[in-house]
């Protein structure tokens, strides 16, 4: 079981972690995300993300199936900003409700790192210099290859 | 049939959406097209990190294409 949502309005992670919370009786442990967009210390006056509508969501809902399998998760939901978000506001918002701590922390993690690294998503930075199309980082990449690795153990 | 395109693709042609009415029947016959109406954008589409989808499936290499259908190009994704 799992939700993803994308939306160009802003929302409120804390409402989302109250929805998601509500009504649980059978998992012990929920934890949450939230991405801020950064400003890098005043140059960045803006993040511009582009999605393709039905797409970007099945391809996340992929990701989302596979925590909730891989973690034994009771449920995961991804909710994501698109279009123009600016510094100090959230970008995503993640939560995973399990039995115990750490399948909620670990598909969490394994979730944001898949988001991060391979979510069809095009982002572009607009900043002092102009704008630019980032890509992910050799640490985004990182750090979603480490799943890979533990594939084996669990 | 309508063609789709994502990130800097978007900035190099200028436009998100076309229709083409008569539709093409292949996209190798698509990818002609639009190179012969702007080859900044056919030079970029040719770049191997750009995936084609057809009705939001990413194929590879040719195929045919539905009257209807729904093209998108998809340069390297940047995650979220």
Redo the contacts between chains.
Sequence with gaps: MSEVRLQDAPFDPGALLTGFTTGRRASGAIVSFI?MVRDEGGSVSALE??A?P??TE?AIAGMADEAVGRFSLHDALVV?RTGLIQPGEP??FVATAAAHRREAFEGADFLMDF??????????SHEAGGPR????SAR?YEDAARWDALKDNR | MRV?L???L??IAGWRERSFDPPLLTLSALRARLTSEDEALGEALRAPAVQA?VD?VVVRGDCALAPGAEI?F???????
């Design positions: 991405g993300l582009d393709y039905g797409f099945t994501h970008i995503v988001l991060k690294s391979r979510a069809p998503f095009w982002k572009k199309w980032i890509e992910p985004d | 789709l994502f990130g800097p978007r900035d989808a939001k998108a998809l340069p390297p994704m940047s995650g979220g």
